[in-house]
């Protein structure tokens, strides 16, 4: 292996570190979301002290498109690296609030407040996270292999998944339930915040990419705001991509835990088994997937997938919700895997593809940021709502049509891979005319 190829191997596993800290961090709480509820957010009923938790897990997603603009402007002025710094800072004062803080019963009503404000903060910083990971691998990917290198910002994410959920079933195997409520929940958190050190190491050896100090000119933030809002079409046909992307993932990852033990009632360890596995299954199918739109296009891959989600996804759900087993959970999430791994595979990158250099950064974190404060950052609380509301367990299935029918919808008025980046080329052309005194 040249050095060359292994500098770049580093350069992968250095910039995803972070993300997969933030992911990990995302994934705890929405897997221990009843016990933090009940830590955080007693109530004279379950079922609303859940809905708490998981409302709390879902605001830190309606900071994330104030943070794609304001981090992601500060990406594409200072760098890929000093953006990449700046949001590992921010997430890691929001994890260590929250793995810290006192429960209602010792502070009251500030517990929740801090909560709150944790995630809150830890929204902000992942709002351009994801965004500032996709657009580092895009820019050091080789010819023809860009896809397969940006899957690896959402193979960090499934690594993440992985490793909350093998915590998750140690956890729950060598404690009681009642050690698990009062302080089990906080092992995890801490973990994550003994990893911080390391991954700042890591981070603080990024290089900046050429293709940024290759620009000549880097664009002001209102110059950023300007283009953005001029290209709106852009950006809104990109959250409606991210959309499927973004409620199919916090479905079969974040969700699994409790829609497993709390709606299914099956064992807390058989669904952290099959959250295991299907992050597993996402961690293979991304870069396969990846690999093949570089071969075959990203249009293929998104129809298909898009199709055969807003097809089989109730379906698939309702057979579960039938006979619930942990074989029967375990197979709709391998399938609903399949088709995530597949579809964001060529999505993200495509993504890469249709943004601008001069506002890369802010218009992809723009778009996956305003998918997620809208969909799929709510998808475990609007999943709870469906089902109490309507007394059908297969209702998380429709949320899942929906937003197929999004991506599904995106993918069509796309005119295809070329003509978007020639559009984000001719785009980029426009930003970087030097302006007159």
Request: proline share 5%.
């Amino acid at each position: 292996m040249s050095p060359e190829r292994r500098e770049q191997i580093r350069a992968v596993f250095r910039v995803s570190s972070g993300n997969f800290l933030e992911m990990y961090d995302f994934m705890v709480f929405g897997y221990y979301a009843p016990l933090i509820g009940q830590t955080f957010f007693p109530a004279t009923g379950a079922f609303t002290s859940l809905m708490l938790s998981l409302m709390t897990f879902g605001a830190g997603f309606l900071m994330r498109p104030l943070g794609a603009v304001v981090l992601g402007a500060y990406a594409d002025r200072r760098g890929r690296r000093a953006g990449l710094l700046l949001t590992l800072a921010l997430m890691s004062a929001g994890m260590v609030s929250i793995a810290c803080m006192p429960g209602y019963a010792s502070i009251g009503i500030l517990a929740p407040l801090l909560v709150l404000a944790g995630r809150l903060l830890q929204g902000f910083s992942a709002g351009m996270e994801l965004g500032g990971v996709s657009v580092y691998l895009a820019e050091i990917a080789t010819p023809g292999h860009k896809g397969f290198y940006v899957s690896w910002q959402s193979g960090s994410q499934q690594v993440a998944v992985m490793f909350a959920a093998l915590t998750g079933v140690v956890l729950t195997s060598n404690l009681s339930a009642g050690q698990m409520a009062r302080w089990g929940w906080r092992v995890p958190l801490l973990i994550g915040c003994l990893i911080i050190p390391l991954v700042f190491v890591l981070r603080h050896s990024l290089r900046e990419t050429e293709q940024f100090l290759a620009r000549k000119q880097h664009p002001a933030t209102s110059e950023i705001l300007r283009s953005l809002a001029a290209h709106w079409r852009i950006v809104l046909l990109g959250m409606l991509l991210v959309t499927m992307t973004t409620v199919s993932f916090y479905m079969i990852t974040a969700y699994t835990p409790t829609f497993g033990s709390a709606v299914l009632r099956l064992t807390s360890t058989d669904s952290l088994i099959v959250t295991l596995l299907v992050g597993a299954s996402n961690l293979f199918w991304l870069p396969v997937m990846g690999a093949l739109s570089d071969r075959i296009g990203r249009r293929p891959l998104l129809l298909a997938c898009t199709l055969l989600m807003l097809i089989s996804a109730y379906p698939t759900m309702h057979w579960l919700a039938g006979a619930p087993s942990f074989l029967r959970l375990l197979l709709t999430g391998l399938w609903l895997s399949f088709l995530y791994g597949s579809y964001n595979g060529a999505m993200v990158v495509l993504l890469t593809e249709i943004m601008p250099p001069a506002v890369r950064t802010t218009g992809l974190a723009l778009a996956y940021s305003l998918a997620t404060a809208i969909f799929g950052g709510f998808t475990p609380a609007i999943s709870t709502w469906l089902i109490h509301i309507t007394g059908n367990r297969a209702m998380p299935g429709a949320w899942l049509s929906l937003a197929a029918a999004c991506g599904l919808l995106a993918t069509l008025l796309i005119r295809g891979d070329e003509a978007a980046t020639e559009e984000a080329a001719a785009w980029n052309a426009r930003a970087a005319v030097p302006r007159e005194n």
